[in-house]
T-cell receptor, first 112, second 113 residues
Framework: GENVEQHPSTLSVQEGDSAVIKCTYS??????FPWYKQELGKRPQLIID?????GEKKDQRIAVTLNKTAKHFSLHITETQPEDSAVYFC???????????FGTGTQLKVEL | NAGVTQTPKFQVLKTGQSMTLQCAQD?????MYWYRQDPGMGLRLIYY???????DKGEVPNGYNVSRLNKREFSLRLESAAPSQTSVYFC????????????FGQGTRLTVV
């Protein structure tokens, strides 16, 4: 089955710096890669996603890149702000069975 | 539009008791999921249902059963609760292959004593 690994588990940056979170997946049949943000005590919410036929996608300060050959994808946050502090999860969904598997999460802390 | 609704929000069980977590969505999604969230472990998939009438095991199915009652509802049952099942449980729905995001319910915080 699909296995998604996520690194780092914690990340601390200064306000205004960039943050990068990396994930790898194992199932070559996976074709959809979302990223979720979870604030303390709340439900995960989608912030950006990418499909397997796209290499990069950007939405304001957030971007995701996908390398299908290497089976890894990354989240990039530029000009970080204190409100970016949260836990971020990557995930991969298989095309056939629709199984959605998550990574173990990254606790991002943006310090003033 | 309520999205994904889970009940209850909080529950305390004694070891050996049973209970059912309810989940309903009003977005006409085919796919529904149950996850558990433990510190440092991320969101681990318990069971999922790709469409009405089908269910499949995820990473951690032991001790749980599910029912996809109809397209809207996907319930999770603990037949004999154990302290190791203390966790936050999330139901999610949505997405098909490379299309569409999954939306989460508000979560159920379950404590087994």
């Amino acid at each position: 089955g699909e296995n998604v690994e996520q690194h780092p588990s914690t990340l601390s940056v200064q306000e205004g710096d960039s943050a990068v979170i990396k994930c790898t997946y194992s199932d070559s049949a996976s074709n959809y890669f979302p990223w979720y943000k979870q604030e303390l005590g709340k439900r995960p919410q989608l912030i950006i996603d990418i499909r397997s036929n796209v290499g990069e996608k950007k939405d304001q300060r957030i971007a995701v890149t996908l390398n299908k050959t290497a089976k890894h994808f990354s989240l990039h946050i530029t000009e970080t702000q204190p409100e970016d502090s949260a836990v971020y999860f990557c995930a991969a969904r298989t095309g056939g069975g629709n199984k959605l598997t998550f990574g173990t999460g990254t606790q991002l802390k943006v310090e003033l | 539009n309520a999205g994904v609704t889970q009940t209850p929000k909080f529950q305390v069980l004694k070891t050996g008791q049973s209970m059912t977590l309810q989940c309903a969505q009003d977005m006409n999604h085919n796919s529904m999921y149950w996850y558990r969230q433990d510190p440092g472990m991320g969101l681990r998939l318990i069971y999922y249902s790709a469409s009405e009438g089908t269910t499949d095991k995820g990473e951690v199915p032991n001790g749980y059963n599910v029912s996809r009652l109809n397209k809207r509802e996907f319930s999770l049952r603990l037949e004999s609760a154990a302290p190791s099942q203390t966790s936050v449980y999330f139901c999610a729905s949505g997405g098909q292959g490379a299309i569409g995001e999954a939306f989460f319910g508000q979560g159920t915080r379950l404590t087994v004593v």
